[in-house]
Structure formats: C-alpha cells, structure tokens
Nanobody, 115 residues
Framework: VQLVESGGGLVQPGGSLRLSCAASRDILEMVTMGWYRQTLVHERELVASVSNSGSSTYGDFVKGRFAISRDGSKNTLSLQMSNLQPEDTAVYYC??????????WGQGTQVTVSS
C-alpha cells in the first residue's frame, strides 16, 4: 500500500489545517487507518485512528480539536485539525494496517505551529 500525505504547512497558534492521505488501495479493506506524529524529542504517537467498522480513537492530547474521517470512494483519509498549538508541531504520518501483514506508512508531512 502506498500512502501519500499532503496538507501540512505553517500555521499560527489557534489556526487550522486539514491533512490528507491518499492510498493506493481500498482503505475500507484496512483493519485500521490512522494518523501519527513524531518530533525530534518524542517518539511517534497516535493522533487518531479509525477502524474498518468506523469507530475512531484519539490521543489524549487531542481534546476534541481534531477529527479523523475517511472517504472510501476516493481512498483518502483526512485529519481536520483546529485550535492548533505550538506543541502540535511535528511530522504527521499516515498509517494503514491491512489484515495479516505489517502496517504501511507514508513519508510524512510537516506541521509547524508558530507565530
């Protein structure tokens, strides 16, 4: 599975961004799809994920600011982020977990929150 993220960039504190992940395969076949983030000083952590049943999970730090969604017709996973703060600065990665094989990762997209 090839995953290509887009939508990262520079945003001011309190601003919003929408990340997208285009997949080369049917995302509805995946056991889970999700967004993770990583910084130079922190290990990669879960931001949000959605299962094939449609249930979603969020990292504790999200606190209602982000929303994950998927579009099966376009094989696209999205992450709408609002009220972004400097501590949200990180590289954001898309992950797809098919059945019976290891997960696939995208190349990442940089999100920088700064005034």
């Amino acid at each position: 599975v090839q995953l290509v993220e887009s939508g990262g960039g520079l945003v001011q504190p309190g601003g919003s961004l929408r990340l997208s992940c285009a997949a080369s395969r049917d995302i509805l076949e995946m056991v889970t799809m999700g967004w993770y983030r990583q910084t130079l000083v922190h290990e990669r952590e879960l931001v949000a994920s959605v299962s094939n049943s449609g249930s979603s999970t969020y990292g504790d730090f999200v606190k209602g600011r982000f929303a994950i969604s998927r579009d099966g017709s376009k094989n696209t996973l999205s992450l709408q982020m609002s009220n972004l703060q400097p501590e949200d600065t990180a590289v954001y990665y898309c992950r797809a977990k098919p059945r019976c094989v290891s997960a696939f990762w995208g190349q990442g997209t940089q999100v920088t929150v700064s005034s």
